[in-house]
């Protein structure tokens, strides 16, 4: 069975980093890219980060570049996001999703994890 | 403010079919596959629709994906109560370089 389950959550002062996990299982990993998805409380989605099968592509939303950085090692089937200079607005529940279709990173997301929650605030 | 627009609410009774707009441009949902989700309280997002009209395995089939031009929507046919949930619209943006999401949609069944 096909499952992402995200670790790394938990309460930052503004300005610290947290390294959150995505752990894969039940698929051929080094296949798929992975997105990182957030949601703020009581708000709708919002897509922070993609990563290609082979590292080559990485985007990143307007609100996070230059502070995350995405990486993954396929030899451990796990997803990375570090996350530094964190700021209250970066409060939410963090979800890692896999595209849907094998190499391509424009398809949307089929495989959720069931998230990790990051609170920022001092 | 998305870059797709859902409305914020629907209803429906028992029975009746439901109907999600999701607005784009030629940017995203003209040129690309459109995706939808729906979200419980508490939970993770769960794929409905893939490639504008495609059903997983396990999602019915009074569930269904259409789009046209810069639009595409959810239709839920036959609605039941456990199908109250947050409904998002989502599709890659060739603009931005990045998938987008509506606002979401709150489908409250009366």
């Known amino acids: 069975q096909v499952h992402l389950v995200e670790s790394g959550g938990g309460a930052a002062q503004p300005g610290r980093s947290l390294r959150l996990s995505c752990a894969a299982s039940?698929?051929?990993?080094?296949?798929?890219?992975i997105h990182w998805v957030r949601q703020a409380p009581g708000k709708g989605l919002e897509w922070v980060a993609v990563?290609?099968?082979?590292?080559?592509?990485?985007y990143y939303a307007s609100s996070v570049e230059g502070r995350f950085t995405i990486s993954r090692d396929n030899s451990r089937n796990t997803i990375y996001l570090q996350m530094n200079s964190l700021r209250p607005d970066d409060t939410a529940v963090y979800f890692c999703?896999?595209?849907?279709?094998?190499?391509?990173?424009?398809?949307?997301?089929?495989?959720w994890g069931q998230g990790t929650t990051v609170t920022v605030s001092s | 403010q998305s870059v797709l627009t859902q409305p914020p609410s629907v209803s429906g009774t028992p029975g009746q079919t439901v109907t999600i707009s999701c607005s784009g441009t030629?940017?995203?949902?003209?040129?690309?596959?459109v995706y939808w989700y729906s979200q419980l309280p508490g939970t993770a997002p769960k794929l409905l629709i893939y490639?504008?009209?495609q059903r997983p395995s396990g999602v019915p089939d009074r569930v269904s994906g259409s789009k046209s031009g810069t639009s595409a929507s959810l239709a839920i046919s036959g609605v039941r109560p456990e199908d109250e949930a947050i409904y998002y619209c989502?599709?890659?943006?060739?603009?931005?370089?990045?998938?987008?999401f509506g606002g979401g949609t709150k489908l409250t069944v009366l």
């Open positions: 999703a896999r595209v849907e279709q094998p190499v391509v990173v424009y398809f949307g997301m089929d495989v």
């Open positions: 039940g698929f051929t990993f080094s296949d798929y890219a």
């Open positions: 990563i290609s099968y082979d590292e080559t592509v990485k």
């Open positions: 030629t940017s995203n949902i003209e040129f690309n596959y």
């Open positions: 490639r504008d009209n």
């Open positions: 989502e599709v890659w943006d060739d603009g931005l370089g990045s998938p987008v």
